[in-house]
């Protein structure tokens, strides 16, 4: 079965730094990009970033560009979300999503439940 | 940056009817599109993709159109498993882009 899992929410002081993980299984997690989109309670969708099946290129949303680091580690099937400097407005559930190609930048295809981070001020 | 707008915010609708979603991009996307429905407590599902492309096990009773810059998807026949949150995603240009969403609910 195709599953992604996330962990590594939680409550976090404002200024503080977080590592949110993801771990894939169900399939060959190294030729897909993967990303993160956040969701806000009660409100929509924003993509955080992603980064390529290849480890070789990242990307980021303006509002997370310089505190936010993806990563992943493809001997592990696992992705990773080092999130420095934590903002209130970064207070939201954070999915994890497959990609539907290698290179990123297409629709995602599978989803975790998401991790809840909360900052509080 | 690409901004999606959906319309309308919440659609109210009967079961059986047949509904229509909007989704408008500020620029061309080609068919760069993506449609997603969220359940209560529920991660987003993938619904559609390459504007009209049925993801694996999505029943044909949604289908979708458009291009460049307006697009829509239909529901032929509002079944209760469909009132949920409806989405587009753009991924002509990074960043990716969300729209609003649509509310589908019953009436």
């Known amino acids: 079965e195709v599953q992604l899992l996330e962990s590594g929410g939680g409550f976090i002081q404002s200024g503080g730094s977080l590592r949110l993980s993801c771990a894939a299984s169900g399939f060959t997690f190294s030729n897909y990009a993967m990303s993160w989109v956040r969701q806000t309670p009660g409100k929509g969708l924003e993509w955080v970033s992603a980064?390529?099946?290849?480890?070789?290129?990242?990307y980021y949303a303006d509002s997370v560009k310089g505190r936010f680091t993806i990563s992943r580690d493809n001997s592990k099937n696992t992705l990773y979300l080092q999130i420095n400097s934590l903002r209130a407005e970064d207070t939201a559930l954070y999915y994890c999503a497959k990609d539907l190609r290698s290179y990123g930048g297409h629709a995602f295809d599978i989803w975790g439940q998401g991790t809840m981070v909360t900052v509080s001020s | 940056e690409i901004v999606m707008t959906q319309s309308p915010a919440t659609l109210s609708v009967s079961p059986g009817e047949r509904v229509t979603l909007s989704c408008r991009a500020s620029q061309s996307i080609s068919s760069d599109l993506a449609w997603y429905q969220q359940k209560p407590g529920q991660a987003p599902r993938l619904l559609i993709y390459?504007?009209?492309t049925r993801a694996t096990g999505i029943p044909a009773s949604f289908s979708a159109s458009g291009s460049e810059t307006e697009f829509t998807l239909t529901i032929s026949s509002l079944q209760s498993e469909d009132f949920a949150v409806y989405y587009c995603?753009?991924?002509?240009?990074?960043?990716?882009?969300f729209g609003g969403g649509t509310k589908v609910e019953i009436k």
């Open positions: 390459g504007v009209s």
């Open positions: 995603q753009q991924y002509k240009n990074w960043p990716l882009t």
């Open positions: 980064i390529s099946g290849s480890n070789s290129y990242t």
